[in-house]
């Protein structure tokens, strides 16, 4: 028998910045004259997003009150990729540990003892010993607990997680696996007064999520959850210069050009033919949409190559709107929405996620 979530938990650090206070940040930022302040204003605008979370006070603060950037006019000297990793290990755990009493707490008893696998997912932030062993540790999780780290493949990274934790379930039916997503990308805000640096920081916000996932023949809850029907994964070797992440001296840098919307609305379409042709699904069985919300073009451009109206997106559109784009924890996100909707009871979900290759991550779930 297949394997199912049976619960997820979110978690956001306590930082709540409007688009608006991002938006005077990034003017002040980038030093922008007016016409560009124009320019920018409207990326902000038209962005879809309404508040987003950060593990950085900055951003909404006065300069002068700056933390963790130089309150100086150009903010230097700028920081280096060693603070925004001391700051990853400092945060991250917090919201990663939140997110998963967030998520066992969907549970009448004390499932901790059970847990037999964890599988970490980030691609904002690495150490060793690393955030599995501080999990482990404080979770209270055995020593013999096993431990797989899926790191730095971007937004569809956690679609990697549920797929491995979907084999080990399949493989041993008493295996109880978490899967943990954390990331914390306002830490990797650059200021290079560049097109792209503009919109990836429009979108970028910090979030954890975290999936239980078990044997579906061998669930600890009656609650309804998601059965883990079918994966596919496909990478457009002729874009994979339109998305990319480097470690750079002053943090991770993003390329994220303006066409990976297109190149997503050009081969979206086959890759859900060949999806559901694996799945053994006509597409008229699927009756609602998990996309991961990597902005409001993204959505836009699914929508258009599928022929669906928005509604079909309107759990993806109100974590965009509520979130921004939290990397591979956002995808959790919108299905945690959508599992406790109680509006999809036997319905088949379509799901994907997108990232550097460039990568389409696929799956079929279906409510219980």
Request: proline share 4%.
């Amino acid at each position: 028998m297949g394997s199912c979530i049976s619960a997820i938990g979110i978690a956001n650090p306590p930082n709540k910045v409007s688009q608006q206070d991002a938006y005077h940040f990034m003017v002040q930022a980038f030093g922008l004259n007016t016409d560009h302040a124009a320019r920018l204003k409207s990326i902000y605008d038209n962005s879809a997003i309404e508040n987003r979370y950060s593990v950085i006070e900055d951003f909404g603060a006065d300069r002068a009150d700056y933390t963790f950037f130089e309150p100086t006019a150009d903010l230097e000297p700028f920081v280096t990729t060693e603070k925004r990793m001391q700051a990853y290990q400092t945060h991250a755990i917090q919201i990663a540990l939140q997110a998963t009493r967030n998520c066992l707490a969907n549970f009448n008893i004390d499932v901790t003892s059970q847990i037999t696998h964890l599988v970490t997912v980030s691609c904002t932030g690495m150490y060793a010993p690393g955030i599995d062993i501080d999990l482990v540790e404080q979770l209270g999780l055995p020593r013999t607990t096993e431990r797989i780290c899926i790191n730095f493949m971007g937004c569809y990274g956690a679609i990697n997680g549920i797929k491995t934790a979907d084999y080990i379930c399949r493989a041993n039916p008493n295996a109880k696996v978490l899967v943990v997503s954390v990331e914390l990308c306002t830490l990797h805000f650059q200021k290079h007064n560049t097109l792209d640096n503009w919109v990836a920081n429009s979108l970028f916000a910090d979030g954890s999520a975290v999936a239980f996932i078990e044997n579906a023949g061998n669930k600890l809850t009656a609650n309804p959850g998601l059965e883990l029907e079918s994966f596919y994964s496909e990478f457009m070797p002729e874009s994979r210069d339109e998305m990319a992440w480097y470690v750079g001296n002053t943090g991770f840098e993003m390329k994220l050009t303006s066409k990976v919307p297109k190149q997503i609305k050009k081969h979206i379409r086959n890759v859900t033919d060949r999806l559901l042709q694996k799945a053994d699904l006509p597409i008229e069985q699927i009756g609602a949409y998990a996309i991961h919300p990597g902005g409001r073009k993204i959505l836009e451009a699914v929508e258009e190559a599928l022929d669906l109206p928005e509604e079909s997106n309107g759990f993806a559109y109100e974590v965009l709107r509520q979130y921004g784009n939290m990397s591979s924890a956002t995808i959790l996100f919108v299905l945690q929405k959508m599992m406790y909707a109680g509006q999809l009871a036997n319905q088949h979900i379509l799901s994907f996620a997108f990232g550097p290759g460039l990568t389409v991550e696929g799956m079929v779930l279906k409510m219980q």
